[in-house]
């Protein structure tokens, strides 16, 4: 593969609080790109002292 690939994860919230999953081996396998990487998330709160689960 040659070139440059733009990936843009889906964000899932509500309001000032999302997450997103930024890395599947699965996924980016079918897609033509094999890393070893499993799976990474990331989440983000917009105000200091959100508490949330996972």
């Known amino acids: 593969m040659q ?3 733009l990936l843009t994860p889906a964000r899932f919230g509500d309001g000032p609080v999302w997450s997103s999953q930024t890395w599947n081996h699965r996924r980016l396998q079918e897609a033509g790109i094999d890393a ?3 799976q990474v998330n990331r989440s ?3 105000h ?4 949330r689960g996972l």
């Open 3 to 5: 070139g440059v690939l």
């Open 36 to 38: 070893k990487f499993v």
């Open 44 to 46: 983000w709160s917009a």
């Open 48 to 51: 200091a002292g959100t508490i």
